[in-house]
C-alpha cells in the first residue's frame, strides 16, 4: 500500500491527521516531506506558478528554443519537427 498521509510532529512523534488503515504493529517506510504550505491556507495557483517560476535560473528562460510548444515532441521524445 502507498499513500500520502499529513502528520504532525509533537513531542517527538509523528502524529497522522487521519485514519490510517494498519494493522497494530504494522512497519511502514516513512518519506519525510516538509510542507509548510498544507496548513489552513493553500498556496493559489498563481503563487505556484510564480515559485516554480523563480525556481528556474533566469538565463533559462532565455535558452528555451522559440519553437518548443509547437515541436514539443521533437524537443521531448526525438520526432521530426514540424514545418513552419
Known sequence: M?????????????VP????????????VVL?????????SPESMLDMFER?????????WDNL???LA???KHYLYGFPKDAD
Do not use: C, Q
Request: proline share 10%; no cysteine; aromatic share 2%.
Open 32 to 40: 519525510i516531506k516538509h510542507a509548510p504550505l498544507l496548513g489552513n
Open 70 to 72: 509547437r515541436n514539443k
Open 17 to 28: 491527521l487521519e485514519p490510517l488503515d494498519l494493522e497494530e504493529g504494522e512497519e511502514v
Open 52 to 60: 516554480l517560476r523563480m525556481s528556474v535560473p533566469p538565463d533559462t
Open 65 to 67: 528554443p522559440a519553437d
Open 2 to 14: 502507498i499513500a500520502n498521509v499529513r502528520a504532525r510532529y509533537s513531542n517527538g512523534v509523528l
